[in-house]
């Protein structure tokens, strides 16, 4: 089993930065793809980012394609999402997740409880 606890969620102004961390329990982490997910009001949630176990190959969405970055510490079993040049339409529950399969399109079976990232204009 696997458990995942978010921090670094809040409030920041459009253009400016946040660091999302992500820590992950149990023995098994550098053989988990991990990914970050969001989710705002009324709409689907969705894959923002993605690495791969030992983060030679990573995913980014269109939307955050030279804005955000995820990086992985395995020695510390932490995943880190750092989000620059926030956009008011980056608010959205952001939640880390892991699994045993590719890092896009394959499975997530474990998630965290989510943290929110508000972007004010």
């Given at each position: ?6 921090s ?105 409880q ?8």
């Amino acid at each position: 089993q696997v458990q995942l606890v978010e921090s670094g969620g809040g409030l920041v102004q459009a253009g400016g930065s946040l660091q999302l961390s992500c820590a992950a329990s149990g023995r098994t982490f550098s053989s988990l793809s991990m990914a970050w997910f969001r989710q705002s009001p009324g709409k689907e949630r969705e894959l923002v980012v993605a690495i791969s176990r030992i983060g030679g190959n990573t995913y980014y969405g269109d939307s955050v394609k030279g804005r955000f970055t995820i990086s992985r510490d395995n020695a510390k079993n932490t995943v880190y999402l750092q989000m620059n040049s926030l956009k008011p339409e980056d608010t959205a529950v952001y939640y880390c997740a892991a699994g045993y399969g590719i890092p896009r399109g394959g499975a997530y079976d474990y998630w965290g409880q989510g943290t929110q990232v508000t972007v004010s204009s």
